[in-house]
């Protein structure tokens, strides 16, 4: 049993760890600002849906139509 070639074995698995951390932090960072902006563009597209939908029953529906 060696010690030395133990703490070298910890010491390289802590130095991948920590690098594959840094890559998952990257691609988080990467795919938040995609997510965001999709959210984002689907309550904009969903706003301007309801927003038309109103002035078309507002101006040009009858009676029936708005009810």
Do not use: P, R, W
């Amino acid at each position: 049993f060696d010690e030395k070639k133990y703490d070298e074995e910890n010491y390289n698995e802590l130095k991948e760890c920590i690098f594959i951390h840094q890559h998952i932090l990257k691609m988080v960072s990467l795919v938040g600002s995609i997510i965001s902006f999709s959210v984002f563009a689907q309550f904009l597209i969903a706003a301007a849906v309801l927003a038309l939908t109103l002035v078309n029953i507002v101006i040009f529906a009858d009676l029936s139509g708005k009810v």
